[in-house]
Structures are given as C-alpha cells and as structure tokens.
C-alpha cells in the first residue's frame, strides 16, 4: 500500500478527522469496504459521543477513531493494520506526484517520473548483465554472477509487469476491482 495511508497526515486519518469535524461519518466511508461500514459507523458514534468528555476524552476518541478506521481500511486492501504513523514520513516521490495528477486532471507528470524511473533500472540492470555476460566464461564464479543479474533482470522485468497489470492493491492482497 501507498505508504501514507495509516499516517496521520495520509488520507485516511484526513477523512476520519473532517468526519469527526463535520459530524458525518460519511465523509470517511468511502476508505473502507462494504463489510467493516458497520464497525465503523459504530465506532464513529461512540467518538462522537466520547469527544464531549472534555479535551482527554476528545483526544482519546480521535485517536482511537483513527486507529478504527485505518484497521479496516487496510483489511479491506488485505493488508495488516501496524498502528497510526506519525505525520511527516518522506514517502518519496511518487506518492506527490500521483496525487497531483489527480488534482490536476493530468496523468503526464506521472507517467514521465514512472518511465524515467523504469528505464533507468532497466539501462542498469541491463548494463550489469551486459559486463557480467563479458566474463562468463572466466569460471563457475563469473558464470554464476552473470546469470544472478541475467535472471534479476527477468525475474525484476516480470515483477514489474505483473504489478503494472494488477488491480489495485493486488499486491497486498486487496479485493479491489482491475483496471483497464
């Protein structure tokens, strides 16, 4: 999963947080599946409830409503839920750049990072099997090395490919639908 998620500044944790605000659970929803709607429906009546208790009580039920529903959003990718991360982690550079070409409406800076990204991989991997192939024949060592970056090279290209065709979140064992 993108590795924002279950941060407290991710996207989840931001719908919970204007859900709670607005006092509409319905603005959180749509981060998790049908089947834990219930759970956190539930779990948003008795924040809400609990948030009049005072400043401890708000911060306890905040959080607590966090954790709820970042656990079933990530059930519903098939993932586990390993507690709220704090806000601020460098996500690197995709994360930004996908979630600008949403707001944007244009794909084309992501689709520049990504191919740039790949073919760089591919010219290094590439170049080490190319060097590696040079010496195969200096012995069982060189021989092995060659075919260690020939078939890291495959095996990553193969990987690559699977999870460009796979539904989202499919590599964490998610139930969402393919596109395309």
């Known amino acids: ?16 947080r204007e859900a709670l605000e607005k006092q509409d659970v ?3 929803l749509p981060y998790v599946h049908e089947e834990g709607e219930a ?17 401890t009580g708000r911060e306890v039920a905040d959080r607590w409503f966090f954790e709820t529903v970042v656990r079933v959003h990530r059930a519903g990718e098939g993932a586990p839920f390993t507690g709220l991360k704090p806000a601020g982690l460098d996500i690197g550079p995709v994360i930004p750049v996908a979630e600008r070409a949403v707001e944007t409406g244009s794909a084309d800076e ?5 191919c740039d990204i790949v073919r760089r991989q591919v010219e290094a991997r590439h170049s080490r099997a190319m060097a590696c192939k040079e010496h195969a024949a200096d012995g069982v060592s060189a021989a092995r090395e060659y075919v260690e970056a020939t078939l890291g090279l495959e095996v990553w290209a193969h990987h690559l490919y699977q999870q460009a065709m796979a539904a989202p979140h499919e590599g964490a064992g998610g139930r969402r639908r393919s596109v395309g």
Request: hydrophobic share 45%; with cysteine; proline share 7%.
């Open 110 to 114: 992501l689709a520049r990072l990504l």
């Open 39 to 55: 759970e956190v429906r539930e779990a948003f009546r008795l924040a809400t409830t609990a948030r009049t208790l005072g400043s």
């Open 1 to 16: 999963m993108p590795p924002h998620c279950d941060s407290l500044d991710g996207p989840v944790v931001t719908a919970a």
């Open 26 to 28: 319905d603005l959180v």
